[in-house]
């Protein structure tokens, strides 16, 4: 792919960028094609400063965006390209500034049950980063900043606080896990599968907090998933990844409701809907085992591509800028304008500027 | 996926049937199981009726601690201590699976009413080859026979499944977790049972593989005629699958009938407010979650479980529990608002909350509905369990499946102070 200068489309700095970053995993010290494993390659992603938005990044198994929230939260370092937050590269900041991105960076992780640890009451959880960034004074203002903070996510704290783990359910742990992130005044929030181990009927309603901090507190949400159902209802934008790269990328009204890469449509049309009249079709879905004799060095979903070109098997595709909210790496789009990775934030469309709904 | 209801078809591979004067291969009557635990029984499946014909489809949907996964059990008598079933019982033909002696039990399993168990990925033996995984089966059952014949069926049902005959010849550690599960399915069919139930068959594996392995589901249970009891928290995956439902709340069956009519015309208040709770792609809109929390099965709110979540709820909701009666054609529902109502009448003004109101106004009205006693009785559950050493966890949820950041990343988060 040939490298373009970065657009400066915004003049503003984003508030954080992912810039073509590349993730190796090596097994064993000798480095051979099968002992590298590439986990994520050349992708690019941002959120600007100056408004707050909502971001998905959508993909099944395997596809990297564990990855990505990992290398976003400093847990591991690219093997190439960068990430940016205010501009500063996260891997070089000085002490105060890993701080600050410490506090300004929010996770909130998959599972309810493993982040807390089971010797501990609740309130464990929320005072300790209260302590380490010096967020409050005494005891007192302590007390009242987790009590402000519960009751935001809608959670009593005289029926929270003091409690042990076990006692809550998991849905009202996942609930304090928002509280404590939102404690914490960030700018971000990364949250990782937040609510595929909680059961349905609570589901809703943290979905509905997430969207919330988004749209009342001005928090920008980072939202990592498998289910494109809830990235449709909570995002405004979407990054789709297959086997580490950005398959399509753009708005949610774009890339769900009328998905153009073959991946993408795939995983859409496999999404069991409750509608009755979107059955799933009859058709032979063609599969991964029928083409594993032939290695790809080119688009990683060509073996279970029906419409694989000869081009596909040998070359990575570039993103090609199909409309101005979308953008899909496919050379059945080769007609359209090439998009440098780093430009992907091009196809991301501010909040409230929702693209006319299709279909 | 349109298969009629009645017709059965038959393959080459399918056993007759005897004929019976009732057309229902699978019938449950009044069944209940209950928990022992050291504060009092607790009714994990309680007074559940349904009845299914041979080709037909039922999604059993239910949420964590619906009791779901313990009918899928008592289905297939597997109930373990401090598990029982207390009473009731499952016909499969006419015959009461829970009066049957232990080897009559033995010869029945499999071969009449057989079991795809939840996490593919456990169930099989990583040590023997797939092809002596399902001879096992078959040989325990029907007997020796000669190899040649044994391959043969091993190949064929391998390719009912959709794998290659390579596969025959493979490890479990060799496969993909689509295709360990479709293995674990044509084991799970190798003799052509009369009724399949599939626990959760899905839940760890990708949308697309879920599909592939839920087609490939629906296709053996067409070519053998049998009856398929799917159980799941999906509601999609239901609604694509099944040709009837039953919805679970507490253990109790709380709405029973035709996917398309319960999906479109639901009676029950907790049918209608979990359909409107989940996120859907033809539009987006408020989410709206149920207020309060399931129950707690140890401290029951008295009358009907969901009252204290309903919006509907009248009096006698808190006083007596409702039983189920029939609520249109072959329609089953267990609510206090029939017969006197035809239909279930729109949600009261006071639970469509206002979508602009800030997020604490919305979440103080959704904590007022919190019935009390729920974290208590569990915490003394909890505790009680822990002392006896017994392995069973505290309430959560099993729809897991998609790796995420792991506890080590975590440790990493709290060590660098966070």
Known sequence: ?359 | MNQPMTTVPATDLATPAPATASSAVLQVQDLQVAYRTPIGDVRAVDHVSFSLEAGQRLGLIGESGSGKTTMATALMRLTRPPGRIAGGRVLLDGTDLLQLDDNALRRVRLREIALVPQGAMNSLNPVMRIEDQMIDAIVAHEGRQSRKVLATRVTQQLARVGLAPQVARRYPHELSGGMKQRTVMAISTVLNPKVIVADEPTSALDVVVQRQVMQTLGRIQEGIGSAVVLIGHDMGLIAQFADLIGVMYAGRLVEFGPVDDVLTSPRHPYTRMLIESIPKLTAKGRLVGIPGLPPALLALPPGCSFSPRCPYVFERCTTEAPVSQSVGPSRVAACHLYPDRADLPPLPASVVLDPTAPLAVVAAAMEGQQEPGRAEAEAALADELAAEGATQTAAGDSAAGVTGLAQSDIHELTRRGH
């Not at chain 1, 100056?50 to 990992?70: D, H, I, L, N, Q």
């Not at chain 1, 960076?105 to 609740?122: K, L």
């Not at chain 1, 949400?221 to 753009?250: F, K, M, P, R």
């Open chain 1, 1 to 359: 792919m040939a490298e373009q200068p970065i657009p400066t489309s915004s003049a503003e700095t984003p508030l954080l960028e992912l810039r073509n970053v590349t993730k190796v995993f090596q097994s064993g010290i000798r480095k051979t094609a099968t002992s590298q494993t590439v986990a994520l390659r050349e992708a690019s992603l941002v959120v600007p400063s100056g408004f707050p938005t909502a971001t998905a990044v959508a993909g099944e198994s395997g596809s990297g965006k564990t990855t990505m929230a990992r290398l976003l939260l400093g847990f591991i370092k690219p093997t190439s390209g960068q990430i940016l937050y205010k501009g500063v590269d996260i891997t070089k900041m000085d002490r105060e500034q890993a701080r600050a991105y410490r506090r300004e960076v929010q996770p909130i992780f998959q599972d309810p049950f493993e982040v807390y640890n089971p010797f501990y009451r609740v309130d464990h959880v929320l005072t300790t980063p209260l302590r380490n960034f010096g967020l409050a004074k005494d005891e007192k203002e302590m007390r009242r900043r987790m009590e402000e903070a519960l009751e935001m996510v809608g959670l009593r704290p005289r029926e929270t606080l003091g409690r042990y783990p076990h006692e809550l359910s998991g849905g009202q742990r996942q609930r304090i896990m928002v509280a404590r992130a939102l404690m914490l005044r960030p700018k971000i929030i990364m949250a990782d599968e937040p609510v595929s181990m909680v059961d349905a009927s609570l589901r809703a309603t943290i979905l509905d907090e997430l969207r919330k901090l988004n749209t009342e507190f001005g928090i920008s949400l980072l939202y990592i998933t498998h289910d494109l159902t809830t990235a449709y209802q909570v995002c405004d934008n979407i990054v789709v990844l297959y086997q580490g790269s950005v398959t399509e990328a753009g708005s949610v009204e774009r890339v769900i409701r009328d998905p153009k890469h073959p991946y993408t449509q795939l995983l859409v049309s496999s999404i069991p809907q409750t509608d009755r009249s979107q059955r799933w079709g009859d058709d032979e879905i063609p599969t991964a085992e029928a083409n594993v004799g032939r290695a790809t060095t080119g688009c990683r979903f060509a073996p279970r591509c029906a419409s694989a070109m000869e081009t596909c098997w040998s070359e990575i595709p570039p993103l090609f800028h199909l409309d101005t909210d979308r953008a899909a790496s496919c050379y059945l789009y080769r007609d359209a304008p090439v998009l440098p990775s780093e430009g992907i934030g091009q196809v991301f469309h501010r909040p409230h500027e929702t693209p006319t709904p299709v279909g």
